[in-house]
């Protein structure tokens, strides 16, 4: 996975997603999973993330409540013993804490947005 390039802070960020997607693309040609930051400002965070087919995330969970919004192909998000299968243009929301896992059996790439709980 290559660095990121850009800002992923300040007051205001813009992004090509097209150009995004295409790069997580690259990636894939040589890996079975690719991870860009967008956005690592206070509590928020974009990343956007590709996983080849047959590809997967294994199980763990976050520090706050995400959303996963599909771009392309379709995942298999697996949570509490439930499975959703999501397709490109499907949102989804989890709480924090709750452990899942990611399965991608053809492909797909998508934006996870998790707002980090406050350190206390």
Known sequence: MSPVQHPVS??????????????????????????RTLVKNGPLRVTLMGIAAGGEVASHSADGPIT????EGAIEFEANGKSWPLAAGSLFALDTGIVHRVRAPEGGVFLLTVAVAPAR
């Not at 300040?10 to 991870?35: C, K, N």
């Not at 996963?68 to 771009?71: A, E, F, G, K, R």
């Open 10 to 35: 300040g007051p205001a960020l813009a992004f090509d997603l097209a150009q995004e997607v295409r790069t997580v693309h690259e990636q894939l040609a040589t890996t079975s999973r690719s991870a």
């Open 68 to 71: 996963v919004q599909v771009l």
